[in-house]
């Protein structure tokens, strides 16, 4: 097993009726509260808020989109310089989450804000950055509970990330009746983004941590038993709470603690989404098995894992490793994915390959994944794969 630190100093408060608790969460009288489209009104979390800050000035901010805008974003640290904020709540999903994560780092920095995201400026310092805490009404992405973040630039068409952990949620209140309301749509693409944010943590190499393999396997699992079926009982209060905790638990940290970790198929999927606004789960699910298959001399051995653990298969270790991807594949369709970029927009997409490798290597970006060899020829392999 690697070296490893594990810090998560997130206060995690989960169930029914606990958005109340936010009157003793929250202690400063001035805030900034950030959200998104205006689901908030319509499913009564906004209600529920704002009886529990009857104490407190609140300034909304509204508007964040699903693939939170650098642009956007500096309107609500200009909001926060002017008004001297000194705490943000998020409510929303992880886009709202990741949005605040960006304010919170951006209100003090000293140069162009763009930096931090083209540059990775990793935030470490608390009195650096504006304290914020979080109402979870979305689960997938993890950003509940964890310091990461992806933000796009509009002008540039890129879609990039930041973290530290001073960007870690002072508290987070995850009450799973939220998704009684959600689209299922987005539901299938919070499972979706779960399942994946595993698989680029698990679905590695062999190695000695076992217990962080079958905790890894225990979420996967738990994800193929209840997605399905939660996409269409949202309002089962078993299947909600397990949906819910198997997102945070994603991509906490936990499982990815002294292990080796690929994330390639996040950061080819995130070219998806800045180019054609194609879902960020759907992106995963149309580049992942290809990645798989390119990879697979490489990956292989932990694909034999994953089919044997999680799917059930018999056979060969090969023919497993094979299998495992197309049952991969299959529960993607399951949950609504559809497979390829062609499927999901309808722009001229020939040239997607040539421009995310360019990208990439403009960026410097030679080689990806756990064992850095998804180079920019495998990419391109990886895109064309998914045409």
């Not at 941590?209 to 009982?233: K, S």
Request: proline share 3%.
């Amino acid at each position: 097993m690697n070296n490893f630190e594990l810090y998560n100093p997130v206060n995690y408060v989960f169930g029914k009726g606990q958005i109340a608790k936010l009157s003793d969460l929250v202690t400063s009288k001035k805030i900034l509260l950030t959200y998104g489209g205006g689901s908030i009104f319509r499913n009564g979390v906004y209600d529920q808020v704002k009886e529990a800050l009857q104490n407190v000035e609140v300034i909304e901010f509204g508007g964040i989109e699903p693939n939170p805008r650098f642009e956007t974003l500096m309107k609500a640290v200009e909001i926060i310089r002017k008004e001297k904020i000194d705490f943000i709540l998020a409510v929303g999903g992880g886009s709202v989450i990741d949005g605040t994560k960006f304010i919170s780092a951006a209100v003090q920095f000293e140069g162009d804000e763009a930096d931090i995201l083209r540059k990775r400026i990793l935030f470490k310092d608390l009195d650096k950055v504006v304290p914020f805490g979080t109402v979870l009404t979305l689960p997938a992405t993890g950003s509940e509970m964890n310091s990461g973040a992806v933000v796009t630039i509009e002008a540039t068409h890129e879609k990039l990330t930041l973290g530290g952990s001073a960007l870690f949620p002072k508290f987070s209140i995850c009450d799973p009746t939220v998704i009684e309301s959600l689209p299922k749509r987005q539901l299938q693409n919070g499972v979706v983004d779960a399942f994946t944010h595993v698989m680029e943590q698990y679905l590695t190499y062999s190695h000695d941590a076992i217990l962080q393999d079958r905790i890894a396997e225990g979420i996967l699992q738990t994800l193929i038993e209840i997605g399905p079926r939660v996409v269409e009982n949202p309002t089962d209060y078993t299947l909600a709470s397990n949906y819910m905790w198997s997102c945070t638990m994603a991509l906490n940290g936990l499982i990815s603690k002294g292990v080796p970790a690929d994330w390639a198929t996040h950061m080819i999927g995130h070219e998806l989404t800045a180019l054609y606004e194609i879902d960020h789960a759907r992106t995963l699910a149309i580049i992942g098995p290809n990645l798989y298959k390119v990879m697979f001399e490489s990956k292989k051995e932990k694909l034999a894992q994953y089919g044997k653990r999680v799917w059930n298969l018999t056979g060969s270790n090969d023919a497993i490793a094979h299998q495992a991807i197309e049952k991969t594949v299959d529960f993607f369709h399951t949950m609504g994915m559809k497979t390829k970029i062609s499927e999901n927009t309808e722009d001229n997409y020939e040239e997607t390959a040539n421009i995310i490798v360019k990208r990439f290597e403009e960026r410097g970006w030679k080689g990806l994944g756990e064992k850095q060899e998804v180079t920019p020829e495998k990419v391109r392999e990886i895109v064309e794969m998914s045409y």
